[in-house]
């Protein structure tokens, strides 16, 4: 069965720095999808960055990059120039099946001006 | 504009008494779904359909009811609430393979 573990409940980052959130998951599958999704107060769902298992590049979006380590079963991501509007909820989610995401219990990032 | 647009957004009801929270999407996508968002476990799947008439259960099915007769409509049905079930609800839609979207949330209370 796959799970994903965010093991930082938690994480703050001074305006302007640059945060790395953790995300662990296991699966025996060798073709999948990892996403990071952000849920700002308003709790809508946004995806920030997705990576495809077959690609050995990382993907990246403006300010977010993702350090996707195979072998390890690793997908951190990286906000570099933190920004107010950065502060929200991350969820890290694996993709199995058709379309079905799998969860990770997420990490409450806090910019502190 | 491509939207999911769940309703209620917000609703507090009874224990037992039945309800049913609606997800209507306009970009003819096979794939739907619901999930639950509850404090400290993410977002966990309640139920999916990959098309009309097919539904299939996700990791926290119990107390939830589905129906699929329409591509774009997937009603999530309680038909008996308890106060476990209290949860914040998201349905999301999306072609196989492609981009997931969200509805906006709907805040379901059981008292």
């Known amino acids: 069965a796959q799970t994903v573990t965010q093991s930082q409940p938690e994480m703050s980052v001074q305006e302007a720095e640059t945060v790395t959130l953790s995300c662990t998951y296991d699966t025996s599958e060798s073709d999948y999808y990892l996403f990071w999704y952000k849920q700002p107060p308003s709790r809508q769902m946004i995806l920030v960055i997705r990576?495809?298992?077959?690609?050995?590049q990382n993907a990246t979006e403006n300010r977010f990059s993702v350090n996707f380590q195979k072998a390890a079963k690793s997908f951190s991501l990286k906000i570099s120039d933190s920004q107010l509007g950065d502060a929200a909820m991350y969820f890290c989610a694996y993709r199995r099946g058709a379309n079905n995401l799998f969860f990770g219990t997420g990490t409450r990032l806090t910019v502190i001006p | 504009e491509a939207q999911v647009t769940q309703n209620p957004r917000y609703l507090i009801t009874v224990t037992g008494k039945k309800l049913t929270v609606t997800c209507s999407q306009n970009m003819n996508h096979e794939y739907m779904s619901w999930y639950r968002q509850d404090p400290g476990l993410g977002l966990r799947q309640i139920y999916y359909s990959m098309n009309v008439e097919v539904t299939d259960k996700g990791d926290v099915p119990e107390g939830y009811k589905v129906s699929r007769k329409e591509k774009r409509n997937f009603p999530l049905i309680l038909e008996s609430p308890s106060p476990n079930q209290t949860s914040l609800y998201f349905c999301?839609?999306?072609?196989?393979?492609?981009?997931?979207?969200f509805g906006e949330g709907s805040w379901l209370t059981v008292v």
């Open positions: 999301a839609s999306s072609r196989q393979g492609g981009t997931i979207y």
């Open positions: 990576q495809e298992a077959y690609k050995q």
